[in-house]
């Protein structure tokens, strides 16, 4: 095995690079050849790999996914704080709905019993026949309350406030809806306020409209009596006088519409879990493109070998690289011969299918994660192999010339007969000022191989 295919012994020795684990990490890797090889981030087009900048292409490629993963949470968290604000909402909105149709609904009773003792108070009290039912108001102290008629008629006079109460009566008993007319000075014992009523009764005094409540699953409403000239009649001897609050009557509604609390949780978690799966799915699809999409910018897409862009960044980074760590690096170009006579024989898909193979034969026989075969032209290759020099160098350009020829692609115009490669072979050990120099010496080396008849390597002088 030629010595740049060898494992170099393991270098981590204890306390030569433990400053870190990611340090000690890179390190090895960076000085291992062997373990260069396993290094992901080296199959990887576009990433950087001098030894400096790969430390901080580690970091950059990694960085780039987490950036990524953190936008795609803060996505997911936004989106989580949008359902919740949703929720939130809807659930407030539905409180503040339940709460406008309970007060809507009592003041419209409200409003239909005012109606109902405005018709009683303008006929001055009705005559109602005499029931076990209906039986003559002994609170009421008004001439002519009680007319017999005849032997089986009596009528009894029903005043608001009788009328009041009795279809309070009729309301519990059709719907549960209590209707209570009561007062803080009432004449009727069974009017007196519940201690709820008695401090609306106050806040009406102080001048409150109307006030309603949510307890338990009913509700309770009451808004205020205000004397008029026809209750004068009856409740002048208690002080009343025109316009004031002589008392209320308070509405209790059995059932409110409930907040659909179980259906706005499980509508909102469905909405919330959907939108996270789409968001990770969509994030995983994008990362997923975007990386071909890194990928596909530095690959030649006939030969599916490492494009001219790629070759040229990563030399230069790779001659950088070298030269910090005073490890040589070495460069080989190679050219088909005669591939203008190819194409003219056998056609240009012909001569595609040609390149192909010669590239991915080329790739193949590279062995190291650090090296790396790029289309440098038209039907020119670069392999570019750090930490490689030495006499091993001619045996792998030979190699390299063999399997093209064992490709064994026919070439009428060729002298064997088949398609061969001419290699340009050039080693910097510190002594080029720049990676264009380096590339100069290998093409100088591949023209002088294609001057001695094509199908060789030459080596460039050291
Ligand atoms: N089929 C195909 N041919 C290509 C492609 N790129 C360049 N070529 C051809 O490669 C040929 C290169 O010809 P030359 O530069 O004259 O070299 P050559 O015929 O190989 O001769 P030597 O290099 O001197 O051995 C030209 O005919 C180009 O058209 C390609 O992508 N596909």
């Not at 179980?262 to 994030?283: C, F, K, P, Q, R």
């Amino acid at each position: 095995m030629p010595d740049r295919l060898r494992p170099a012994p393991y270098p981590i020795s204890p306390g030569g690079h433990f400053r870190g684990m990611l340090e000690v990490d890179l390190n090895t890797v960076l000085t291992d050849p062997a373990l260069n090889s396993c290094y992901p981030c080296r199959y990887l087009p576009g990433i950087d790999s001098s030894p400096f900048t790969y430390r901080q292409t580690f970091f950059s490629f990694r960085m780039t996914d987490r950036h990524f993963n953190l936008r795609l949470l803060l996505a997911a968290l936004l989106w989580c704080a949008l359902v919740g604000l949703s929720f939130a909402w809807n659930l407030y909105q539905a409180h503040v709905q339940r709460q406008t149709l309970a007060i809507e609904t009592a003041r419209s009773f409200f409003e239909q019993i005012l109606i109902t003792r405005s018709w009683n108070a303008r006929h001055e009290g009705v005559y109602a026949r005499v029931t076990p039912d209906t039986q003559p108001n002994p609170y009421l102290k008004v001439p002519n309350r009680d007319l017999r008629c005849s032997e089986d008629l009596c009528l009894t006079l029903i005043n608001p406030a009788f009328m009041t109460r009795q279809i309070a009566g009729i309301a519990q008993h059709r719907n549960g809806v209590q209707f209570h007319i009561t007062s803080l000075k009432p004449i009727r014992p069974e009017n007196e306020p519940t201690p709820w009523e008695a401090e609306a009764l106050r806040q009406f005094e102080q001048g409150l409209a109307e006030k309603g409540e949510i307890f338990g699953e009913r509700y309770r409403y009451m808004a205020p009596l205000y004397t008029e000239n026809a209750c004068l009649k009856c409740h002048k001897e208690q002080g009343y006088e025109k316009g004031d609050v002589r008392g209320g009557i308070s509405v209790t509604l059995p059932h409110i519409a409930r907040i659909p609390f179980v259906e706005l949780t499980v509508s909102h978690l469905a909405i919330g879990l959907g939108g996270l799966l789409i968001l990770l799915v969509m994030g995983h699809l994008l990362e997923v493109y975007h990386r071909q999409l890194r990928e596909q910018a530095n690959i030649d897409a006939l030969t599916g070998v490492s494009n001219r862009r790629y070759f040229t960044g990563h030399l230069e980074q790779e001659w950088r690289r070298g030269r910090r760590g005073q490890q040589p690096l070495t460069l080989i170009l190679c050219d088909i011969d005669h591939f203008k006579a190819y194409n003219d024989t056998f056609g240009h898909p012909a001569g595609d299918q040609c390149l192909r193979q010669v590239a991915q034969a080329l790739q193949g026989k590279l062995g190291r994660g650090g090296d790396f075969c790029a289309r440098y032209g038209g039907e020119e290759f670069a392999l570019v192999l750090p930490n490689t020099s030495g006499s091993e160098l001619q045996t792998f350009a030979e190699e390299l010339r063999q399997i093209v020829i064992s490709l064994n692609i026919p070439h009428p115009s060729n002298a064997g007969g088949v398609v061969t490669i001419s290699l340009g072979v050039a080693t910097d050990e510190g002594s080029c000022p720049g990676a264009e120099t380096l590339i100069q010496h290998a093409d100088r080396a591949l023209y002088l191989a294609k001057q001695k008849g094509r199908n060789r390597v030459e080596i460039h002088p050291a």
